[in-house]
């Protein structure tokens, strides 16, 4: 199929996307969130070392980069006293280009004062319902709410054999570990990267498709931005739908000095207008980002997110005529 035969083929599909809009920014409207629009180019990109940023460089300036999450700027908004806010945001991550995932796509994200990650999981639950019912009712999230929800060292167990609390910060023991499970593990793994291997290999596989899941509990060295709930274990949740990962939410770090801390871990230039925010800011702080392709493209029951982006990665190009296409 040519790219003008594609384009021709995603006329309805746009259409119902510019109607999923309308209805979150009507689900929004209604419970007194202001809608905002952040820049996308700063001098620093985030705490995700699984994320690699777009670089590019303004005249006379240092290194800047496009957005991954717009996540400072709406945490900085709520510092400031805008007490709901969201946006419908473009984010661009660099090599990420799979059938489920695009260089550059849309993200929702939303920040409240005074709520944590168990709060912020009952609002997906209520916006997910909300939005299906107005936009997919043959889709009816409701039957299943409680979603449930487990932590993610009992899946990790139950699909694996490993018990992370065994090892926490330790890589050794657990390359060890997974060797003896019969994992053929390479040495030289972080222990991040250990854990994305077998999660990505033997956990997301077994994730349920035919229900809401969320996972919860997340490890500090994949924590990003959450709060810490104990010694080892930060409050950050993932939803999944249809087995795929929808939504990811945290109790958001509002203590300057960790949030300091993992920064200089990670080597980037520091937003120290964010963390001269938190020193002055005492409340909690609850906040999630949705994928809205992945969402849309479930809800519509397409296969790949190509299906439901006007212009996705393998059609930006035409002009060595390689297809890059996740056909």
Known sequence: MSLYERLSAKEDTIRRRLELYSIIRRYFGERGF???????????????????????????????YLQVSPEFFLKKLVIAGYEKVFEIARVFRNG?????????FTMLEWYEQGKNYEDIMSDVENFLSYICRRFHPDWNLNTFVPWKRISLREIFY?????????????VKPFLEKASMQGYNIKAGYSWDELFFLLFVDKVEPNIPKDIPLFV????????????????????????????VEIANGYSELTDPDEQLRRWKIVGDAIDVDFIDGLRMYKGSIGGVAVGLDRLLMLML?????????LFPFGDVGGIDGEDRSHK
């Open 34 to 64: 202001h809608e905002v629009e952040t820049p996308v180019l700063a001098r620093w990109y985030g705490l995700d070392i699984n994320i690699e940023p777009f670089a590019t460089q303004y005249t006379g300036e240092k290194k800047l």
């Open 96 to 104: 990420e280009y799979t059938p489920l995932h695009n260089p550059e």
């Open 158 to 170: 139950d699909h694996t054999g490993i018990d992370i609390d065994e090892f926490k910060d330790d």
């Open 216 to 243: 919860y509990d997340y490890p500090h060295p994949l924590g990003g931005m959450a709060k810490m709930k104990d010694d080892f274990y930060t409050e950050r949740f993932e939803l999944y739908l249809g087995g």
């Open 301 to 309: 029951g397409k296969d790949v997110l190509g299906d439901v982006i």
